[in-house]
């Protein structure tokens, strides 16, 4: 089923509720990286362009119900304004007087933010009464995030209920085209690159592709929960101990299906996380107690490298090791090295996930798209 995109609604002089995916890093009140608003502006543009009333909403962080001054989305309303040279009014709340007050004196090409929707519990809870007062805003709604559009929350899919006229923004579409070209026909080799720290959050991804890549490599903090099903010891690195045996299934269904599934054969190991100190490359059955896994070592990314040349179709999701460090980032930085070359070669490459995107940028790696999704 084809979506319904904004360019067949009227939006000139309607108040357009956008639920927009601003959930970006601030550190001290600075947002280190502007990806996710980037992504939105296609959609926001087109609107502002077209004379309607532009009223955004978006969760950034956790707050768990509660009004967390770190977690306000007026930093984000601040850099859209500097983006966009063009005023972002911010709303204090994202219902209530105020804000309804603020709606109704809003003129044609106007934008307002709202204050991160999570500050209310009911957001989470996909509380009717509290998306009927968000859908009061706006006459026509837009989704425009990817990344939360699988949550029934308020804002996502209780507000939907309530407003007849809705559609999808021109990031959705893109993104849900890509998600469909990754699922449904990719050009092979199709390759996937996963790591991160944890396997409980890419057990879903694992299983998912295991039908559809031809090879998979993994790397980051997951691998060792791997290693621990093969019997490897793993010094003082990160384990998920309860996904022992989930790993050991997935390594037996990729062997039926005789995926080529890569871990890594040596690693840098370190006694701490920090820029001074002690680091060991070691084979992967020899991490010595009191010491950590940190990255893939240089004959991993060296099979690695070889796994991804000539791939038609590379997803990369995770690091492949602690990149914030310097001297733990090589791994991360030779692969998407590997993969901006593929990439040049016509590859169509994805990247997905905060870090990886962070790493992405960090390292000036060249891909064909980028998601804002996890």
């Given at each position: 089923m084809k979506l319904k995109g904004i360019e067949n609604l009227n939006v000139k002089g309607k108040r357009v509720l956008v639920r927009v995916d601003f959930n970006v890093p601030i550190k001290e009140g600075e947002i280190t990286d502007t990806t996710r608003i980037e992504a939105a502006l296609p959609t926001i543009k087109y609107l502002i362009e077209n004379g309607a009333k532009v009223i955004?909403?978006?969760?950034?962080?956790?707050?768990?119900?509660?009004?967390?001054?770190?977690?306000?989305?007026?930093?984000?309303?601040?850099?859209?304004?500097?983006?966009l040279a063009k005023e972002v009014k911010f709303v204090p709340d994202c219902i209530g007087d105020k804000t309804e007050k603020m709606v109704s004196t809003m003129k044609d090409g106007d934008i307002l933010l709202l204050e991160n929707v999570r500050f209310h519990i009911e957001e989470k809870k996909n509380d009717d009464e509290f998306a009927k007062k968000l859908a009061s805003l706006g006459e026509i709604y837009i989704n425009d995030a990817f990344g939360t559009a699988h949550r029934a929350q308020a804002s996502t899919y209780g507000?939907?209920?309530?407003?007849?006229?809705?559609?999808?923004?021109?990031?959705?579409?893109k993104e849900l085209e890509v998600l469909g070209k990754l699922l449904k026909h990719p050009p092979r080799p199709f390759v996937l690159v996963l790591g991160g720290a944890k396997i409980s959050t890419k057990v879903p991804l694992i299983m998912n592709f295991l039908d559809r890549a031809d090879r998979i490599m993994l790397g980051g903090g997951m691998v060792f929960t791997f290693f621990k099903s093969q019997g490897l010891?793993?010094?003082?690195?990160?384990?998920?101990?309860?996904?022992?045996?989930?790993?050991?299934?997935?390594?037996?269904?990729?062997?039926?299906?005789?995926?080529?599934?890569?871990?890594?054969?040596?690693?840098?190991?370190?006694?701490e996380i920090s820029e001074e100190t002690e680091t060991i490359e070691v084979p992967r059955e020899d991490i010595p107690k009191g010491w950590k896994g940190v990255d893939i070592g240089k004959t991993t990314i060296s099979i690695f490298n070889a796994a991804i040349e000539g791939a038609k179709t590379i997803f990369w999701n995770g690091p492949m090791g602690i990149f914030e460090v310097e001297k733990f980032s090589t791994g991360s930085r030779e692969i998407g090295k590997k993969i901006d070359e593929e990439t040049m070669k016509e590859a169509f490459s994805v990247v997905g996930g905060g870090d990886t995107v962070s790493c992405v940028r960090k390292f000036g790696i060249n891909v064909s798209h980028i998601s804002t999704g996890g």
């Open positions: 955004l909403m978006s969760h950034l962080g956790r707050p768990n119900g509660k009004m967390v001054p770190e977690l306000s989305l007026r930093p984000v309303a601040d850099e859209l304004s500097r983006i507000v939907a209920q309530f407003i007849r006229e809705r559609a999808a923004g021109f990031l959705m579409i010891g793993i010094g003082d690195s990160i384990c998920e101990d309860e996904l022992v045996e989930k790993a050991k299934e997935i390594l037996s269904i990729a062997s039926q299906k005789e995926v080529d599934f890569l871990l890594p054969v040596d690693l840098l190991a370190a006694k």
